[in-house]
């Protein structure tokens, strides 16, 4: 026996024995009732490929209630490569970004049902509660999501909670800003099912932290209904159904809640221009960077223009009220041979009646969703073989400051029926697993669309492995709210758009879980080709008229980035996370209408000891390349003293306490700080910017909109 | 770590060697389970390779799955009356465990109960579960080697039939 026969015989032995003593060589796997660990306690994940929506991230209900989360976005927000953007300092439009992509580019589900776009996608967010949420999966990547194709940044989905036990939960919070909250959540099962029912009432002031008189923190009057029903078989299905309802009024600019006398009070100036930094010399009105005056303007001694503010209360405020009913169905049903069966329903009807400075904007949104989707094995492939039809509708109509009537000026409707396949394979002892799908749309207006996707994941051990995942999506742009949601003082809208925006998107992600600690890093890239941009500064070549263009970039949007989280548990009652994230943009200047920062670095310290629930959360945003975000070669911005906006922002801390101290079996009590340090970003520079012709606008963001923030409650789980 | 002797011989050798290795290493993790979990009071860390030789039942459990809630008395009660030790082991927060155990149940010795880690499934997969469902049971040999497993609710009829092939 030769050398090299001797040790093949070595490893054919090792692998005999490896085979025969592991676990699998012992199964006694008898599928009983079981359910499925979707994450731990902290919620960070080991991705797993078998499903249609690959998590990367999820965040249990514990984590929500720890962090005091009343909404979708505070529950998300400050977790690395995930974040929730403001755009707008007297509406507060927020989304949700993956990958440091813009917010249009997240999808949004229910229970796996994608059911908000354009104007839901624009205000909708603040609107989506989390009483009776099991969990939030997080999927970042166009990879991530074979049902979701427009998700060219990755999808949040909001899974509901199916109550085993009966529960009765009353919680009520007070603070700073007149914030107030009221939360209940009911649920009751019974024999083969359960309902539920969930309330949030919120309030919150708005804030002017400069002095100004105009808002930086947009008041609210929100309240969010909902109720679930779960039937456990019905037919052979296990069903989980759910009725959302929505009211909001948000005022922002003027102070003040009284949004009748804000709309009708259009002239005169009740703001003090030159509070702040960065005031004007005056408190009339503002400089005129280029000097170049027109009427009205008036010539200071020192010789600079001075524009006066003449609009009033209701020229400065944004007031949005929103009507919102959503119901969505979702039915799974085990058939012969492994084989399951899904069908998932969705139907939104948004209501948006709005007031931006003086123009009436009055939209109605309709989306449904159907899906019809067999999973089957055949032989150790799994395959999984669906059909979904998406529809939907923006229908417009308002008036001018002016008096002058606009309709349908973004009107669209979009129906795009397609079909997919995915087929899933373990080998090698469950160590490789492999997910390839592909899906093909016909939209109705920009015609067949194919996505392909390819996802792998290999186990270096029990504990660590490293997915791949390369994957292309595609959004057909739908003008208006994604892009700019205050841009009705135009009288016609363009539309230069001949494709969908077209994602190519390639990740890998190394996965540590060990005992004591838990490690994820993420490598990212997104190239976004055909990305939509609105200009609304053009005019019509023939009357002159104020229009709006809405066109392609002619270079695509490239995003790059790394990021890692870390978590420790140093005892069994305190663990610390830290997580950072490094991103680089290539882009034209100014087609990323928001700056973001290259760096953020997150530390997370939960203490869980007897009574009390504590959690610290700190986050650290590095600078932003504000000239190059906003393109000031060609659009210099100017604060209202005449003086140039900081080319880079500085970078800034914020800390976030919350906890909550169990008195007794039914009473809690929650006692929190936002914003520890108290850092604003008008401490610096203001929201409020001008161009060098004078034109003024509410969207130079960098950082917090609020300052310190106490706030106190009870629970009572009855 | 010990050296294999892999270095010095062809890159036909150090690739079957790699295998081999990996192979044994595999072969290894099946015969001894172990892990390093803190309390669920909160206190000091507790290494399974530290407790006496004894059968020993690894258990699995969140609050919100009911058939977990509904085996675990009936596991707390035949360790106490068979004499095998229960390991539970909670895969949810500090707070959550303690809302559904206020005083944890058993004698000293037969229960162990222990709360997982933040991210379960590199524990779960190592501990023969790589699909992450609960309730999930191993009963481990007293050396430490896994026995036998369970994905599901067990019944007192699972527990006898198979102590007696796991403490030979």
Not at chain 1, 139 to 150: C, D, F, K, Q, V
Not at chain 2, 155 to 163: C, F, P, S, V, Y
Request: contains cysteine; proline residues 5%; hydrophobic residues 35%.
């Amino acid at each position: 026996m030769n050398h090299r026969t001797k040790h093949l015989k070595t490893i054919h032995l090792a692998i005999l024995m490896a085979y025969a003593l592991s676990p699998s060589a012992y199964a006694d796997e008898r599928q009983l009732s079981t359910v499925e660990v979707k994450g731990g306690p902290q919620g960070k994940l080991q991705p797993k490929l078998r499903d249609e929506i690959i998590k990367t991230e999820s965040i249990s209900a514990a984590d929500i209630r720890k962090t005091n989360a009343a909404t979708l976005n505070e529950a998300v927000d400050n977790n690395p490569g995930v974040a929730v953007q403001t755009e707008c300092s007297i509406c507060n439009v927020r989304n949700v970004t993956l990958n440091n992509l813009p917010g249009r580019f997240t999808t949004i589900m229910i229970d796996g049902v994608p059911i908000f776009s354009s104007v839901s996608g624009a205000y909708g967010l603040d609107m989506i509660g989390v009483n009776g949420v099991e969990r939030i999966d997080i999927s970042r990547g166009a990879g991530t999501s074979l049902i979701a194709p427009e998700a060219l940044a990755g999808t949040v989905n909001i899974v509901s909670k199916r109550p085993a036990k009966a529960e009765s939960i009353v919680e009520a919070q007070a603070g700073q800003y007149g914030y107030r909250r009221l939360d209940g959540f009911l649920a009751r099962p019974f024999a083969g099912g359960a309902v539920t029912a969930a309330l949030n009432l919120n309030h919150h002031d708005s804030l002017d932290g400069n002095g100004n008189g105009v808002g930086e923190y947009t008041g609210y009057e929100r309240a969010l209904g909902g109720f679930g029903l779960f039937l456990d078989d019905i037919g052979g299905f296990k069903l989980r159904g759910r009725l959302d309802l929505v009211n909001e009024q948000r005022g922002g600019g003027a102070l003040g809640s009284d949004s009748g006398a804000i709309k009708s009070n259009m002239s005169g100036n009740p703001f003090n221009w030159s509070a702040g930094r960065g005031g004007s010399p005056s408190p009339a009105g503002w400089i005129v960077p280029n000097g170049v005056t027109q009427a009205g303007d008036i010539t200071l001694a020192d010789g600079r223009i001075l524009r006066p503010y003449g609009g009033g209360r209701g020229g400065m405020s944004e007031i949005i009220e929103t009507r919102r009913q959503q119901a969505i169905l979702v039915g799974e049903r085990k058939l012969d041979g492994g084989a399951r069966l899904k069908l998932a329903f969705g139907y939104a009807n948004h209501d948006q009646d709005s007031f931006y400075e003086g123009d009436y904007y009055i939209a109605k949104q309709k989306q449904h969703y159907t899906e019809a989707n067999l999973q089957k094995p055949f032989g150790a492939t799994l395959l999984t073989l669906g059909f979904n039809y998406r529809y939907e509708d923006l229908k417009s109509h308002g008036r001018l400051a002016d008096g002058s009537a606009v309709a349908g000026l973004d009107d669209y409707a979009y129906k795009t029926p397609g079909a997919y396949v995915q087929a899933y394979r373990a080998l090698f002892d469950e160590r490789l697993e492999l997910n390839g799908s592909i899906r093909h749309d016909r939209h109705n207006v920009f015609g067949g669309i194919t996505s392909p996707r390819l996802n792998a994941l290999w186990h270096h051990s029990a504990e660590t492995s490293s997915r791949i995942a390369v994957g292309r999506g595609f959004r057909a742009p739908t003008s208006f709210f994604e892009q700019d949601h205050g841009i009705l003082a135009t009288t016609r809208i363009e539309r230069h758009i001949d494709n969908p925006e077209i994602s190519d998107n390639a990740s890998y992600a190394f996965s540590h879980a060990g005992d004591r600690d838990a490690l994820v890093v993420s490598l990212n890239y997104n190239k976004i080709k055909n990305y939509a941009l609105l200009d609304s500064g053009a005019t019509d070549p023939v009357s002159g008229a104020p229009i709006t263009v809405f066109t392609q970039s002619s270079e695509p949007v490239i995003v790059k980035g790394i990021d890692a989280s870390y978590t420790y548990r140093f005892t069994g009652n305190l663990e610390g996370t830290l997580g950072a994230e490094k991103f680089n943009y290539q882009f034209r200047p100014g087609d990323l209408s928001f700056a973001r920062p290259d760096e953020r670095v997150y530390l997370r310290l939960d203490y869980d000891v007897g009574d009390w629930d504590i959690i610290a959360r700190v986050a650290w945003t590095g600078p932003m390349d504000l000239k190059r975000f906003h393109d000031y070669a060609n659009n210099p911005r100017y604060n209202l003293d005449g003086t140039p906006k900081l080319d880079k922002s500085p970078s800034y801390w914020v800390m976030d306490l919350s906890g909550r101290y169990k008195v007794n079996k039914t009473a809690s009590l929650v006692l929190g700080v936002n914003n520890l340090f108290g850092f604003r970003q008008t401490d610096r520079e203001d929201f409020l910017w001008v161009d060098s012709a004078g034109n003024f606008d509410v969207t130079h963001f960098w950082g917090p909109t609020r300052g310190r923030q106490l706030y106190a409650g009870v629970r009572f789980d009855l | 770590m010990t050296n294999v002797g892999c270095n010095k011989r062809s890159a036909l050798h150090r690739h079957g060697c790699l295998i081999g290795v990996l192979a044994l290493l595999f072969a290894a993790n099946a015969q001894a389970l172990d892990f390093e979990l803190p309390l669920v009071d909160g206190g000091k860390f507790q290494r399974l390779s530290n407790l006496s030789p004894r059968i020993t039942l690894v258990n699995f459990w969140r609050a919100d799955c009911p058939p977990c809630i509904a085996e675990l008395p009936l596991l707390v009660d035949a360790a106490q009356r068979l004499g095998f030790r229960l390991v539970s082991v909670a895969l949810q927060t500090p707070g959550e465990t303690r809302a559904h155990w206020p005083r944890v149940p058993g004698s000293p010795g037969s229960h162990v109960a222990l709360l997982g880690p933040s991210e379960p499934r590199g524990l779960l997969r190592r501990f023969g579960n790589a699909s992450g469902a609960i309730p999930y049971s191993a009963m481990l040999r007293p050396d430490g080697s896994l026995c036998v497993k369970r994905m599901g609710e067990i019944e007192q009829g699972w527990i006898t039939d198979n102590l007696a092939k796991c403490g030979t």
